[in-house]
């Protein structure tokens, strides 16, 4: 599934919004820091009240980040797996008509086998008819 059209096309998709979401954060990161030392750097200045309401703010900041990062990583994982659902939702007719017209009862993913022979793999055949009739999946 992985290395056919469609599976490189999830991929490339999510590793793209991956890699937009890691630089949105990064760049959340780096403010949170530089708010971090400019606080820190006028702990002298500021009341200890006021101090207190600053480090807290920051505290709410790191939180809030944080529950946003996971949400969004977790969104990604979600999309992964819709799009990994609606791909075998579109292999397993062509698995059936494959196995009809070839009288096939039974059809293995490979991992799951211990020992065959290598005459008996299909997979080639149907790598190239999945990658004729499935070009991409489009991720949520």
Same mark, same amino acid.
């Given at each position: 599934m992985q290395d056919?059209?469609?599976g490189k096309s999830i991929k490339?998709?999510?590793?793209?919004?991956r890699e937009a979401n890691i630089? =949105?954060?990064?760049?959340?990161? @780096? !403010? /949170?820091?530089k708010k971090e030392k400019d606080i820190i750097s006028k702990k002298n200045i500021l009341s200890q009240e006021?101090?207190?309401? =600053?480090?807290?703010?920051?505290? @709410? !900041? /790191?939180?809030?980040?944080?529950?946003e990062r996971n949400k969004v990583f977790n969104e990604i994982n979600?999309?992964?797996?819709?799009a990994s659902s609606k791909l075998i939702n579109k292999?397993?007719?062509?698995?059936e008509d494959y196995s009809k017209?070839?009288?096939i009862t039974l059809i293995i993913?490979?991992?799951?086998?211990?020992?065959g022979k290598k005459n008996i793999d299909i997979t080639p055949e149907i790598f190239d008819i999945v990658n004729k009739k499935i070009k991409d999946i489009k991720i949520d």
């Open positions: 056919s059209s469609a490339k998709q999510l590793k793209k919004k630089a =949105k954060f990064k760049k959340i990161e @780096e !403010d /949170i820091k006021e101090f207190k309401k =600053k480090m807290v703010s920051l505290r @709410e !900041d /790191i939180v809030n980040y944080q529950k979600r999309s992964r797996v819709n292999l397993t007719p062509i698995l017209k070839n009288s993913q490979k991992k799951n086998i211990v020992i």
